[in-house]
């Protein structure tokens, strides 16, 4: 497959003036001409491997600065930003966001810094759980080093789904001098897994199921053998706020145990064989439905992608406590709550069963190309009987036409459920199940006639 063509227009503008050198001289040491230079600093042409080799011989350059967008999500972390209900009138659409990303990626950058700092309209500037999912959706929620170690020792553990538990308790025994012990609910009332060094012992409460009792092994073993690792990647990070640390560091370790019971190359090829079978692949890897949502938004290792999902996980109130895009495009998941129409809600009062729904992001008179959207419910802990939530997963409707889960839906855009990032933010007309007015928008009042809506407002 082709590579994508690497345009780097501003970055080496800001080389050559660093340097102090006309386009001419700078084209000379590229041993390029200068209308070929030119033409690469305004982005009319890429930047080929013998360009990018000179620029590396000549300059000391370091490609990776060429990266640069990742500080801010890319694309999609400024789709974010932008979607913000204080730019709602301005109409600023994605071609246009990545043509200002693409050329002025530091002014991008400084944009993205002061909205972070400024915080969202009428919230907090910052907060330990905001910071940890900036770095998460940085990197795409994809940790390409983990990833691969996880998968070295899960192939030398020989996992699998029949053994699972008994191959992490093996070696917990054998490697950390652990048993494990499955203790009454009265004996950890407030806990799940607990270390006990004292007895040697990895302690789990008798009310996790099979796969949560799998779960908490392997981030034992995370914790045990990943250390240094996550320790690694979490102090690469540039948190304000300690806690934000300790929460990225939290969720590294989550990912490392979900890399261990689905190894990517085989969790990646049972996925594509399947029609990422959601119900299949659960039994398969003997994981729970909220296990499954975390691993399907990181298959990004390159060379050898899986499909681009998100996940988030709602209450009953429609507020998110989980969202991971990963390396998808959704927006709506970026609202603190969520639209009544989406049939995630209406998984609550249908428990077990998945909610399989094909929606539209409808804000500003826009719509996107929709989205094949998959929820259901789980257990707050692992644990019957504890908090329910509701898990979606979902990915671009045109990416979906051969799921296992699309069967028997219909992916036409007229067919689309128009939902909206929640009240406060989403500006679509006439929605009977509207009840609160859009932030930013001017209401109308009308004495003559009487709206379906209790809200009205004027257009942008």
């Known amino acids: ?46 930047v080929s491997a013998r360009v990018m080799m000179q620029l590396v011989e000549q300059f000391d350059f370091d490609p990776r600065s060429l990266r640069e967008d990742e500080s801010i999500g890319g694309i999609d972390g400024l789709v974010r930003r932008f979607a913000d209900e204080r730019f709602a009138d301005l109409g600023i659409d994605r071609e ?35 910071e940890s999912r900036r770095e998460i959706e940085r990197w795409r929620n994809h940790f390409a080093d983990l990833d691969r170690a996880a998968e070295e020792l899960a192939d030398e553990m020989r996992l699998s789904r029949g053994d699972m538990s008994v191959a992490l308790a093996e070696r917990l025994r054998e490697r950390h001098q652990l048993s494990v012990r499955i203790l009454p609910r009265e004996v950890l009332p407030d806990s799940l897994r607990r270390l006990d060094l004292h007895a040697r012992q990895v302690q789990l409460s008798e009310m996790l199921s099979s796969a949560s009792r799998n779960f908490q092994l392997a981030l034992q073993l995370a914790q045990l053998e990943f250390a240094d690792d996550i320790d690694a990647v979490a102090k690469g990070a540039r948190f304000e706020d300690e806690a934000a640390r300790a929460l990225f560091a939290r969720h590294l370790t989550g990912y490392v145990a979900a890399a261990l019971i689905m190894p990517y190359g085989r969790f990646l090829r049972a996925c594509e064989a399947t029609g990422y079978d959601l119900p299949v692949l659960e039994r398969r890897f003997g994981v729970s439905f909220e296990q499954l949502a975390h691993r399907l938004t990181t298959l990004q290792r390159v060379g050898q992608r899986g499909l681009p999902f998100f996940m988030v996980r709602l209450d009953r109130a429609g507020q998110f406590s989980k969202t991971f895009t990963g390396a998808s495009t959704a927006r709506f998941v970026e609202s603190e709550t969520s ?104 209401l109308a009042f009308d004495t003559i006639r009487r709206g379906v809506t209790p809200f009205e407002f004027e257009q942008g």
């Open 1 to 46: 497959m082709a590579e994508e063509a690497l345009f780097a227009g501003p970055a080496v503008r800001r080389l050559r003036k660093r340097e102090g050198l006309t386009q001419a001289a700078t084209a000379a040491r590229l041993d390029i001409s200068p209308s070929y230079l030119n033409l690469i600093e305004r982005n009319q042409r890429p």
């Open 96 to 130: 246009e966001l990545q043509e200002f990303l693409t050329s002025a990626p530091q002014a991008a950058a400084a944009f993205a810094r002061l909205y972070d700092n400024a915080g969202d309209a009428g919230g907090p500037s910052s907060d330990p759980l905001s």
């Open 339 to 442: 639209c009544p129409l989406w049939h995630a809600h209406r998984a609550f009062d249908r428990a077990g069963e998945l909610q399989v729904q094909f929606v539209s992001l409808d804000n500003t008179g826009d719509r996107d190309g929709g989205w094949l959207t998959m929820a259901r419910t789980v257990e707050g802990s692992g644990a019957p009987g504890e908090a329910q939530f509701v898990v979606a997963v979902g990915i671009e409707a045109v990416l979906a036409s051969e799921l296992a889960q699309a069967r028997g839906i219909s992916l036409r855009p007229d067919d689309a459920q128009p939902i909206g990032p929640g009240c406060a933010r989403c500006h679509r007309i006439r929605c009977s199940q509207r009840s609160l007015p859009p932030a930013g928008r001017k």
